[in-house]
DNA sequence: TTAAATCGGATATTAAATATCCGAATAAAG
DNA sequence: CTTTATTCGGATATTTAATATCCGATTTAA
């Protein structure tokens, strides 16, 4: 059971768009440099993130993302999700239904009991996660941080986002 | 994120194991059979379990395995970290320190925010797991099952256990 | 003592995660 | 308006982990 690497990366990296100023953009290339990680993978986890609607892009020259809603409403289950999928890590297979002893699909109406078991449990990791939004990060990240190093972060940015297009949005 | 197959089959084995009569043992090869699964991935889920401590063995003409300890003391999150490990799912690469504005050492000495978070769901995750017991599986399916399906069941297993011998417990 | 039977760890195979590349699309400059 | 530089997006290799299998170590019963 593991979760990938690629949510590590999209969460760091929709953190970090949550930090840029108003009407600005940054592109993948650049997001994977200020994590020090390879650009194309980065780049992979972000197109992830546009297709569930996290992020909004918009292409060629002065191209680049930026978070397509407030980060209030943008959860860690919402980035989970976007990345590795909603589907449930536990996978019946209905084995009960097999061999010798095999019960009839008839009697299968109710779910498995194993299988609710762990329906339960992951729900339970669903709402904790779901709990927790990017501000809620961004607020304890800049409430921990010192001061100097939130000043390179901001001359960073200013040096690094681009201004979006008016199309891009 | 997954939940591999082999804790599906080690959950129904185990379940399967706690129906036995009392001295008795069952060998892999018959699970197997029993759940229409492959007999040697079977035989590697059950030598994790034992591995764990959930279930014991004995080797040699009529060996097998049982439970370890009573049903009641063996919970869903108990078989899932001896098949599939006991490691968190998020694993953090700590790369706040990475790129030109990474963090110092010395200011990571709390965890990062988004890890804990993870961290936060996956105990909530394995508490709701750890609730559950075999037991409590047992007494759900006996309730719901037909009695002939599970006088079914009794019958396979009178021909199928073997009298484990007292070495081998 | 012997031999059959069973578990346990080591070994192939397959699927998934990881990493990379190239074409499609867009906007700015000429 | 055309061209060109730039960036995203989907398609393509590579590596790692999960899946499946096999053979030797060990034990018991005959």
Not at 58 to 76: C, F, N, Q, T, V
Not at 99 to 114: F, M, N, S, T, Y
Request: glycine fraction near 8%; include cysteine.
């Amino acid at each position: 059971m593991q979760i990938s690497k690629g949510v590590e990366w999209a969460v760091h990296a929709a953190s970090l768009l949550n930090g840029l100023p108003a009407g600005r953009g940054l592109k993948a290339e650049a997001m994977a440099r200020y994590h020090d990680v390879p650009a194309a993978y980065m780049a992979k986890q972000l197109q992830a993130l546009s297709k569930a609607g996290i992020t909004k892009s918009s292409r060629g020259a002065h191209g680049g993302y930026r978070l397509a809603k407030p980060a209030d409403e943008i959860s860690l289950w919402d980035i989970t999700a976007a990345v590795d999928g909603k589907g449930p890590a536990f996978r019946c297979t209905e084995i009960r239904q097999n061999g010798p002893c095999g019960l009839k699909p008839k009697d299968c109406k109710q779910a498995c009991q194993i299988a609710a078991a762990f329906a339960v449990a992951e729900q339970a990791f669903r709402d904790s996660l779901e709990a927790v939004t990017l501000a809620d990060i961004a607020g304890q990240v800049v409430n921990d941080a010192q001061p100097d190093h939130l000043f390179a972060i901001m001359n960073w940015l200013n040096a690094e986002t681009v201004p979006l297009s008016d199309k891009g949005l």
